[in-house]
């Protein structure tokens, strides 16, 4: 099977700007997280995704929003983009969606806010 | 306030010794408690997954124990190898959803 797929890899936006990034899960998948990595807070929970409807959120402002189509892809939108927003943002994947499951993760997209 | 904690600094170690990781963590009970590795550039990768009444989990060279009146989990890796060096990640299952916590991880050097 394929592994979870993020696009774009790498991207650099303005401070101002909106960007929408993509997640595709493993096939069968239902589950969709989201993380921040940034070096000094580390990996932090955006949210999760199942059957469309987001389940959990994190700690994260308003401007911080995603969402899941019906073949399970998710995407996450950040508005009014903020220096402190340049990160590496992971999905993660999972089965059954359950809960206490095994997270796939992708290789991240790293934004970079100018 | 909550907290998990691991050793912020490098883990240094020859090849063929065993390592030995910490994760501690404050003011949470934990369903289940995850380790991931994680190499430079890249998205985390699952090891080894402990649910809250196993004491410990083994996956070939790699063991993990948990103890949740100490609240801590320990990672071990027999007879490490160079392959080995990345930053090891501890997360908690706080609600068995698919909402972990993540501690800082432990960066990890194995010599030859």
């Known amino acids: 099977k394929a592994g979870v797929t993020q696009t774009p890899r790498y991207l650099i936006k303005t401070r101002g700007q909106q960007v929408t990034l993509s997640c595709s899960p493993i096939?069968?998948?239902?589950?969709v997280s989201w993380y921040q990595q940034t070096p000094g807070q580390g990996l932090q929970f955006l949210f999760e995704?199942?059957?469309?409807?987001?389940?959990n959120k994190g700690n994260f402002p308003g401007r911080f929003s995603g969402r899941q189509f019906s073949n399970s892809r998710s995407e996450m939108n950040v508005s009014t983009l903020e220096l402190g927003d340049s990160a590496l943002y992971l999905c993660?994947?999972?089965?059954?969606?359950?809960?206490?499951?095994?997270?796939?993760f992708g290789p991240g997209t790293r934004l970079l806010v100018l | 306030s909550q907290k998990i904690e691991q050793n912020s600094e490098a883990l240094n170690i020859q090849e063929g010794k065993t390592a030995t990781l910490t994760c501690n963590y404050t003011?949470?009970?934990?369903?289940?408690l995850q380790w991931y590795r994680q190499d430079p550039g890249r998205g985390p990768v699952f090891l080894l997954l402990?649910?809250?009444?196993?004491k410990e989990k083994r996956k070939e060279r790699l063991k993990v124990t948990f103890d949740t009146t100490l609240k801590q989990s320990l990672f071990h890796i027999t007879a490490s190898q160079p392959a080995d060096s990345a930053t090891y990640l501890c997360?908690?299952?706080?609600?068995?959803?698919?909402?972990?916590?993540f501690g800082g991880g432990t960066r990890l050097m194995v010599k030859p």
């Open positions: 993660a994947s999972s089965s059954p969606g359950l809960g206490g499951e095994t997270q796939y």
């Open positions: 096939s069968g998948h239902r589950s």
């Open positions: 995704y199942f059957s469309e409807t987001q389940r």
């Open positions: 003011n949470y009970s934990p369903a289940y």
């Open positions: 402990i649910r809250e009444n196993e």
């Open positions: 997360a908690l299952d706080v609600n068995a959803g698919n909402m972990l916590t």
